[in-house]
């Protein structure tokens, strides 16, 4: 099924050309002015500790993975670890939000927290950094995230989704998107399937863009059967790293799991690590290097800080290859520093690349 959903020429993004665009396919419209992106998933708190592979192996979870507990496994195994955590607002989609706010973005994010000082001190942070807080309470503590950071940078999680996991699908309303050129939603959703439909077809409603971060190749191998279908109908632009292509697609060359990626959709990307990612629009692909030299203190954000250069990019009219670029730069700073957070230094060097 094919269907324009923008309009892409030479590689440039043209969203506001004096005119509507029409998505003859599904119904859409992107009306002049939008430039709202806004970023749909789990309010959680990130809980970072640097420990060993041996610290994996002893409390039993697959490395690099995300595994979700309640908060009494958690607090058990935060309570094994060997060094001080740094606490941090964190979500995937909602780092994002942050990344998009500290570029000067109108940016927003759509969760749940808890009715708690956990829950206060999310909120809070999300106004420091540039972001508008959408957020619904709930009487469950807020989520939390304990990341495991290995000698590697690699980083496994452990998560309780607590509030977060409370949101009902009829909370996610076209209001939440007012005036959005891109939802961007986490692929954490998608282990509530009816709150994942609820939230593109409101995003869907509201006349955005959807952009879907697939997040962890766990997430889409207990979610492959509802992937195939939500990608088709509702997705934009599928943003996946080399383990999740793999786990989607079942193809380890890249070419051929970039172009499965973008089968459906009007933008694949496919991330390859300390080598940059790829780009596919219809049949062009762009390859975008790494920044820096490859080396990294913390992958923590990695993926998400990416997205929110690609996705600023987008609504500004950059080039596919140009938001690539800005994409690198935000991944690059953010892994140079522990968690997801780049300090104003990392933001003064990524807004200078976008003078280049």
């Not at 002893?58 to 958690?74: E, F, N, W």
């Not at 972001?131 to 990341?147: K, Y």
């Not at 800005?326 to 300090?343: N, R, T, W």
């Amino acid at each position: 099924m094919w269907s324009m959903r923008m309009a892409i020429k030479d590689g440039f993004i043209d969203l506001w050309s004096g005119r509507d665009l029409f998505n003859q396919g599904a119904g859409l419209k992107l009306q002049r002015g939008k430039t709202r992106i806004v970023g749909l998933g789990s309010a959680l708190v990130d809980i970072l500790v640097n420990e060993s592979d041996d610290f994996i192996r002893r409390i039993g979870v697959k490395k690099g993975g995300m595994t979700l507990v309640d908060m009494p496994d958690l607090e058990k195994i935060l309570n094994q670890a060997s060094t001080r955590p740094i606490v941090v607002p964190g979500g995937s989609a909602c780092n994002t939000a942050v990344g998009i706010g500290r570029l000067g973005g109108r940016a927003r994010f759509v969760g749940k927290r808890g009715n708690d000082d956990t829950g206060l001190f999310f909120q809070n942070a999300l106004v420091e950094r540039g972001v508008d807080p959408f957020l619904t309470a709930s009487a469950l503590p807020t989520g939390r995230v304990l990341s495991i950071i290995t000698p590697d940078a690699q980083r496994t999680m452990i998560t309780y989704l607590g509030a977060s996991a409370d949101t009902q699908p009829e909370e996610i309303t076209p209001e939440c998107f007012t005036d959005s050129a891109v939802v961007h939603m986490e692929g954490y959703l998608l282990f509530n399937p009816d709150l994942m439909t609820a939230s593109l077809k409101a995003a869907k409603n509201a006349g955005a863009l959807v952009s879907l971060d697939l997040a962890s190749f766990t997430v889409v191998e207990q979610s492959k059967a509802l992937l195939d279908d939500m990608i088709e109908q509702s997705v934009d632009i599928l943003i996946a790293n080399e383990d999740e292509a793999l786990a989607y697609t079942g193809l380890k060359d890249e070419t051929q799991a970039l172009d499965r990626l973008a089968r459906h959709v009007n933008i694949a990307v496919l991330k390859v690590g300390a080598r940059g990612s790829f780009i596919q629009h219809e049949d062009r692909v762009w390859r975008i290097p790494a920044q820096g030299s490859g080396t990294a203190v913390d992958t923590t954000g990695a993926g998400d800080l990416w997205a929110s250069g690609f996705l600023y990019g987008l609504v500004c009219g950059f080039a596919l290859e140009k938001c690539g670029r800005l994409a690198s730069a935000c991944g690059y700073e953010v892994c140079q520093v522990v968690g997801a957070d780049i300090p104003a230094d990392g933001w003064t060097r990524i807004k200078k690349k976008l003078e280049e």
